[in-house]
């Protein structure tokens, strides 16, 4: 059955070091969000892309974070330099957006998370 | 056991009545997500919480961290509210946990 799968699983790795988070939306899918999930903000929106095109990062640190879709079948995240505050579980989710904007209540199909450990 | 465990897990009501959705968790937990999933499969995030309770239009959401539990309610209930509703904790090792669902029906 179609799912959001997430690569990798979980991810520790040393202050200043790049990271990568991969995302697999749901074929034929078009739109692509962001999360991440830390203990003190709760469940933050990152970015959402449709059509690859990139429609809001502004809750996303530019200076260091920095999402993608190279093709329709993956989406990345990346930060460099990845710092302790970014440890979290980060979500990908992906919707089928038919008419005109983005809402947020619009139905996502989420990903199983990267658990990120920044020492 | 399970780790979270929903109640009831069918639900049938009529519109209007006011409607709770229990759901217990025996594990130390980060945070308590409330998710509804609607029948074509999809999931939207209705709730994240950590204390307390938070309110979005007609649907609320407590939560008590000594009795680890928490409760959906959703008042006036309409026959779009109809979906499955889904417990899930973020454990202390940020591992998500989900309840099996509540299935609410609302008939008109």
């Known amino acids: 059955d179609a799912r959001v799968t997430q690569t990798p699983r979980h991810k520790v790795t040393e202050m200043g070091q790049e990271v990568t988070m991969r995302c697999q939306p749901i074929?034929?899918?078009?739109?692509v969000f962001w999360y991440r999930q830390t203990m003190m903000q709760g469940l933050e929106l990152l970015a959402y892309?449709?059509?690859?095109?990139?429609?809001?990062d502004s809750g996303m640190p530019k200076d260091r974070f920095s999402a993608e879709m190279p093709d329709a079948t993956l989406a990345t995240l990346k930060i460099q330099p990845s710092e302790p505050r970014d440890s979290a579980v980060y979500f990908c989710?992906?919707?089928?957006?038919?008419?005109?904007?983005?809402?947020?209540?619009?139905?996502?199909?989420f990903g199983p998370g990267t658990r990120l450990t920044v020492l | 056991k399970n780790e979270v465990e929903q109640s009831p897990q069918n639900l049938t009501a009529q519109e209007e009545e006011f409607i709770t959705i229990n759901c217990s968790y025996s594990?130390?937990?980060?945070?308590l997500h409330w998710l509804q999933q609607h029948p074509g499969g999809g999931i939207v995030s209705l709730f994240m919480?950590?204390?307390?309770?938070k309110k979005h239009g007609r649907l609320i959401a407590t939560i008590n961290i000594q009795e680890k539990h928490s409760s959906l309610h959703i008042t006036a209930s309409h026959p779009r509210d109809s979906a499955v509703y889904i417990c899930a904790v973020l454990d202390s090792n940020y591992q998500l946990i989900w309840g099996a669902g509540t299935k609410l029906i609302i008939k008109p």
């Open positions: 074929l034929g899918h078009n739109t």
């Open positions: 989710a992906s919707g089928l957006i038919v008419d005109g904007g983005v809402s947020l209540t619009d139905t996502q199909y």
């Open positions: 892309f449709r059509n690859r095109a990139p429609l809001d």
């Open positions: 919480l950590s204390s307390g309770k």
């Open positions: 594990v130390g937990i980060s945070a």
